[in-house]
Structures are given as C-alpha cells and as structure tokens.
C-alpha cells in the first residue's frame, strides 16, 4: 500500500495539523498549475518505507469538502499496470480508468473500483 488520499479545503491548515500537531513530515509537495491542485504527501517515514497520507487541495474549491466528499482513494504500487489490469478485468474487476500516464504527469496510473465503489488508484512502480 502507498498512500491513502483525501481533499482538503485549506492546505496550510492541514499540514499544520499533520506536521504541527501530530509530528509527521512533509515528504513532498507538488504544485499542478495546469490543473489547478497540490499534492502534499506527509508521514512519518520516507514514502519507500512505509504508507503515507496524500493531501489533495484543488484551488477553486469554494467551500469545504465534507467527510463524505473528501475522501478520494487508496493507492497500491504494481510492477507493470497494463498486465495488472488485463488480469484483474478477466477476474471481472470494474476498471474506472484505463491504464496510461497520469494528465499532468508522466506517472503511469489505473483506477479500479471495489465492490462497494470505492477508488484504488494503482501506481506502476518500476
């Protein structure tokens, strides 16, 4: 597992919380202008080591998320995302989307869903 996902209406805020108040670190952050959001990823141990928490900020949100609309994904690494979802839509597995580069990103990603309806985004880790 790498990370668990969800939006936050005022970055700073957050990361004052995870950082100030729960003593995590900010492992990276990335600004996407094109599509206007951050992603803040912080933990408490380097993104290799152990599972960390992504903070989405969308830039035009006009009103907090609530719990409910906040919540985004989970993220599994996989070695190769064309064959992994291959094999998972022959196991019947719903594929929300199809496996290719990332909009504002070269990073190769999928989204499938669980039986419930819930995102897991995969990764290809190489």
């Given amino acids: 597992m790498l990370h ?3 939006r936050v209406f005022n970055l700073q805020r957050s990361l004052d919380f995870y950082i100030g108040a729960l ?11 094109t599509g206007r959001f951050t992603l803040a990823f912080v933990g408490y141990a380097e993104e ?24 985004g ?3 599994l690494a996989v070695n190769d995302i064309y064959r992994t979802c291959e094999l998972l839509a022959a196991q ?21 869903e669980d039986p419930d309806g819930y995102k897991i985004e995969l990764i290809e880790r190489r």
Avoid: C, K
């Fill in 48 to 71: 290799s080591d152990t599972t960390v928490l992504e903070l989405t900020h969308n830039w035009d949100q006009a009103e907090p998320y609530t719990p409910g609309t906040g919540y």
């Fill in 92 to 112: 019947g597995v719903g594929i929300t989307r199809l496996p290719g580069p990332m909009r504002h990103s070269p990073t190769l990603i999928a989204f499938i």
């Fill in 4 to 6: 668990a996902m969800y």
């Fill in 23 to 33: 003593g995590m670190r900010l492992l990276r952050r990335q600004d996407y202008p």
């Fill in 73 to 75: 994904h989970i993220a």
